[in-house]
């Protein structure tokens, strides 16, 4: 007569299958975690609701005042802050789309289309990461320049189309979730290579695609040292361009008007986040598993 194997002598672990709880310790962590990661925005609104004299004195305040609505109504009228929230939106959504995009045709070649020299080209690709970006701002000036584009949108995207950290991210990505078998099923049903591309590539990657743009629409949005270079808080300001000339005065500058205005330019973020953050996180989750 067969013996029946327990599940130990079977080689399984009695715990398996078991959903486990977080104890009291993870609670505590979590929410320190929290607390800390909150704290610099909280201060920052309550920088924001007080004067620029009570903001730089010691102690620093802690709780919000009453200065909040007067703030925002001169950070908003001093710089333009209107015009330079929407060159903002323009800029990011601008170069995220074209990052996402050409990454990952870039990425697909890299991964799945055999060609001489590919893996010289991605290691080209990938060693352009260590250049600093101070090095190609002489250039990049004498372009726009000669172009004509000196305080223009198109000097601050143009140079953002794609990067190579977007080509490499999607390249890795679509390695491993992207079988050939897929790809090779699709050029025997007679599909061109836009096609696969498009009902093929694109759906796969998704999650990658949501990532990689919510990573570069945040970068792009923050971006600060290019285009105070190629732009001028007077003529087509993104907001960081138009924080540089907040809070100026006679003789100093109004630090709770500056913190009003990083108020301003980070509560879209915090709105898109709040908005897209749950799609984004599925898609990692979706792109982290393997079958």
Excluded: C
Excluded at 47 to 58: K, W
Aim: glycine share 8%; hydrophobic share 55%; aromatic share 10%.
């Amino acid at each position: 007569m067969a013996r029946t194997l327990t599940p130990r002598r079977a080689g399984f672990r009695p715990s398996a299958g078991r959903q486990h709880h977080a104890g009291p310790l993870t609670y505590v962590l979590l929410t320190v975690a929290a607390v800390v990661s909150l704290f610099p925005l909280y201060w920052n609104v309550v920088a924001a609701s007080h004067t620029g004299e009570r903001v730089v004195e010691a102690p620093a305040p802690l709780l919000p005042g009453n200065q909040l609505l007067d703030n925002l109504e001169f950070a908003w009228n001093q710089v333009d802050m209107g015009e330079a929230l929407v060159n903002t939106t323009v800029v990011a959504s601008l170069v995220a789309l074209s990052t996402v995009l050409f990454s990952t045709l870039a990425g697909f070649a890299f991964a799945k289309l055999p060609f001489r020299g590919r893996g010289m080209l991605l290691s080209l690709v990938v060693a352009t990461m260590t250049v600093p970006p101070q090095l190609s701002v002489i250039p990049l000036y004498q372009i726009i320049t000669d172009l004509g584009w000196f305080d223009q949108l198109q000097s601050v995207v143009l140079p953002s189309l794609v990067a190579a950290f977007g080509v490499f991210f999607m390249r890795q990505f679509l390695v491993e979730a992207l079988p050939m078998e897929l790809v090779e099923a699709a050029r025997m049903d007679g599909a061109h290579s836009l096609r696969i591309i498009w009902h093929v590539v694109f759906p796969v990657a998704r999650p990658a695609m949501a990532v990689l743009g919510m990573l570069v629409f945040v970068q792009a949005w923050n971006d600060f040292f290019w285009p105070f270079i190629a732009l001028t808080p007077d003529g087509n300001p993104t907001l960081q361009v138009a924080l540089a000339g907040l809070g100026a005065g006679n003789h100093s500058v109004d630090q709770a008007v500056v913190l009003t205005g990083a108020l301003i330019s980070t509560v879209p973020l915090l709105l898109v986040f709040a908005l897209l953050g749950k799609h984004i996180v599925g898609g990692i989750t979706a792109g982290a598993v393997k079958s």
